[in-house]
């Protein structure tokens, strides 16, 4: 048998880049040749949203605009946010 190209249950993929979706798949081997290779996975290279810069307020009429800025996405698009807005007593939150 040649050797394997795989001998721990996890390997790196070089050349990923940010943003790209990759196919993968795998199979075994042992004395008696190779069996048949898994299902084909489909990952994006991508990370959770960065932290926001702080958000700011204004006042007017009846209403209070919050605005902020959009984080790096890190190669995936934002697809909603949550406001969380803290009452009075400082404990509660509501959204």
């Known amino acids: 048998m040649s050797t394997p190209f795989l001998s721990t249950s996890h390997t790196q993929a070089a050349g990923v ?4 979706t990759y196919r993968f798949r795998y199979r075994a081997a042992n004395k008696y040749g190779w069996g048949p290779y898994s299902d084909e996975v489909v990952v994006q290279a991508a990370d959770i949203p960065a932290q ?30 949550e406001i969380r807005i803290r009452q009075s007593d400082g404990l509660t939150f509501t959204e």
């Open 52 to 81: 926001p810069a702080a958000a700011t307020t204004t006042i007017a009429d009846h209403y209070v605009r919050v605005s902020w800025t959009a984080p790096d996405d890190r190669s995936a698009a934002i697809l909603e946010y």
């Open 17 to 20: 880049l940010a943003g790209g």
